[in-house]
């Protein structure tokens, strides 16, 4: 049976969406109402601060309004779970309510695919239902969205560590992302751009290299971009034409990558 949830609440700022066009670079935030609830630990995970009690200015505890106005120090014992629980989005008594609080707190400044957070909730022993209700919900709302995360991760990756799409693809793979949807954010990627990125990144440490013999100049450059996922031919042929221009004979040296 599906729990009764307030899940307006569950609209966050942090909710991945797409830039109005061109390519996706990044997540920006979402609406505006739906996150005024949002008012600190305490809040953000459904917890609000009783009317009638004011905090101690200077102090941890709370003070207790008596009958008359006077006010009374309310118990201060390290078991306020409640307010401990509040901070870490902890609600032991309805899953639905913990399951949520720990996807938003994991949301926070950082995107996660669909799979990333299941895997967190399992840890925490959140049922396999309430997992597929709560991460169902947060994917209608906009706050996963495994497409524009995938989108973001090649931008940013191959632009700002000149990643492969090879590298690109495993790396999506290892958080979980569908592989069609890879296979569609790495499409991003057209063998000339890839190509001229990793001219880009030889040109970076060509310098680095003078003064080292030829062979050991193509390894050291070849396996730089091996480990950034080009292929083993594009590797020599950038490398080979790279020390061409500099002056270096480069007869029989990386023709396999011809």
Known sequence: MTRRTDWAEYAHPMAPQRRGSGRDTGFVGGGDEAYDDVRGDADAHGEDVPRGEDRVPGGRGRRRRRGGGELADAPQDGGSSLSSRAGTGEHPGDPVERARAICLRLLTGTPRT????????????????????VLSRFEEVGLIDDSAFADAWVESRHHGRGL????????????GVDSALIDAAVGQLDAEQEE????????????????????????????????????????????????????????????EGA
Request: cysteine-free.
């Open 164 to 175: 492969a799409r090879r590298a690109l693809a495993q790396e999506l793979r290892t958080k």
């Open 196 to 255: 001229a990125t990793a001219r880009e990144l030889v040109a970076r440490k060509l310098r680095a290299t003078r003064g080292l013999d030829r062979d050991k100049r193509l390894r050291r450059l070849a396996g730089m971009l091996a480990r950034k996922g080009y292929s083993e031919g594009m590797a020599l042929r950038v490398v080979r034409q790279a020390l061409a221009e500099e002056g270096e004979d480069t007869e029989g040296l990386g023709d």
């Open 114 to 133: 669909r799979n990333q957070l299941a895997d967190a909730l399992r840890k925490r022993e959140i049922p396999e239902d309430v997992t597929d209700e």
